[in-house]
């Protein structure tokens, strides 16, 4: 395991820019099992845990109609991640590849999105299923599956699933 500014053979870490604002709001705070990057799975499961997208005030009633999707993104800053590597040399591969050929949560803008399941809402909380962050990751927002564009209340109810 490596600790957090060491680096694999072949990876390069550069001095990065200063940062400009962009003026990011989060609205929420992820709540998942995993406490720690090595318990944290690379990729979620629609049949893993549930777990909590807690919605801050006064984003609460954007959750209206959320209701009506399957599937929702869900899209989160990865607040323990390096932002300097350039080239990276993924865990148990020996191979040397450029940041945006990759999945890695090492980024310039650490951003992370997710298919999840929606499993229901309780008050200013959304129940999901398939994350794969850590706890009290900062939620930057919720949408609904881009690849399904029509909600499920508004769908033909004779077409197959």
């Known amino acids: 395991m490596l600790r957090n500014n060491e680096l694999r053979a072949g990876e390069l870490a550069i001095d990065t820019p200063p940062a400009r604002d962009a003026g990011l709001i989060f609205i929420g705070r992820i709540r998942t099992p995993w406490k720690s990057r090595e318990d944290t799975p690379r990729q979620g499961r629609h049949d893993g845990p549930v777990c909590r997208l807690e919605i801050f005030e006064p984003w609460v009633a954007a959750l209206k109609g959320v209701e009506f999707h399957r599937n929702l993104e869900v899209i989160y800053w990865l607040h323990q991640s390096r932002r300097d590597l350039v080239l990276q040399s993924p865990k148990h591969n020996n191979l040397t590849r450029g940041t945006f050929s990759l ?10 999105t997710s298919i999840v399941t929606l499993v229901g809402i309780e008050g200013n909380t959304v129940l999901v299923r398939g ?4 706890d009290e990751t900062p939620l930057l927002d919720l949408k609904p599956d881009r690849c399904e564009f029509t909600p499920l209340a508004q769908q033909n109810p004779n077409d197959p699933e």
């Open 103 to 112: 999945r890695s949560p090492q980024r310039p803008n650490p951003i992370g």
């Open 131 to 134: 994350l794969d962050c850590l």
